[in-house]
């Protein structure tokens, strides 16, 4: 039987019973990055393990370096493919140093918010972001919101919007040191944005009023490069 112990949230326990555990069993693991794993259980008085780690079955998260009794996870968040090959893309977006767009951006109180970058790729869009902390004081992220509203907004007008969430996120950032800057690349299911409406972002300080805020439009959407063969 698989149990799930108090308080993990990544730790599966077989309790084995041994009038209905003689021979062999079998049980499966899906872990964090996408890989499934199926397990042929044999009870042991006297087992010469009782622990193991996925991370030993892992070897560099490659396609062409995995353990025999791995396979990938598509998944339908991911436009059906597998966390391997949307982390493989989303790394070298971060690593790259081209800024494929300029003008958006936001820069006060010596902090500067930019969208360095958006990429499309296999039904996905990649954003790059980069916060440049100019100031001595370490700029502590409380959260960061991407929402869907109205260009122009009258009085007594009810304010349409539409939050858009990231299906993964790589390198997320609490806190960029003074003096320094960080990026992160969010992936999003692939969307437009419609007429009369802008995508806005907005970065929050923790404790602090240094908020920041940029907008993108639908022509910076249509606008995006395409990741080669990875």
Do not use: W
Request: aromatic share 12%; proline share 3%; charged share 30%.
């Amino acid at each position: 039987m698989q149990v799930k112990p108090d308080g993990a949230e990544n730790v599966v326990r077989v309790k084995a019973a041994v009038k209905g555990f003689k021979e062999e069993t079998n049980f499966s693991v899906i872990t964090d990055e996408g890989s499934f794993y199926s397990f042929i259980v044999d009870y042991s008085e006297n087992p010469k393990k009782l622990n193991i780690e996925m991370k030993d079955f892992l070897f560099g998260n490659t396609s062409d370096n995995q353990p025999e009794n791995s396979m990938e996870v598509h998944f339908s968040e991911l436009s059906n493919q597998s966390p391997q090959t949307i982390d493989m893309a989303m790394k070298r977006i971060y690593k790259s140093n081209k800024g494929t767009v300029k003008h958006i951006d936001s820069k006060q109180f010596g902090i500067e918010f930019q969208l360095r970058s958006i990429y499309v790729y296999n039904g996905l869009l990649f954003f790059r972001t980069e916060i440049k902390n100019d100031s001595n004081i370490p700029f502590d992220i409380d959260f960061l919101t991407f929402r869907i509203v109205d260009r122009k907004v009258f009085k007594r007008m009810v304010i349409q919007e539409t939050e858009v969430e990231p299906v993964r996120t790589y390198n997320y950032l609490n806190s960029v040191a003074g003096k320094n800057a960080e990026s992160t690349v969010f992936a999003f299911e692939r969307f437009t944005i419609p007429d009369k409406k802008q995508l806005v972002v907005e970065l929050f300080e923790k404790n602090g009023g240094r908020h920041q805020r940029f907008v993108i439009k639908n022509g910076d959407l249509t606008k995006a490069c395409t990741i080669e063969k990875l």
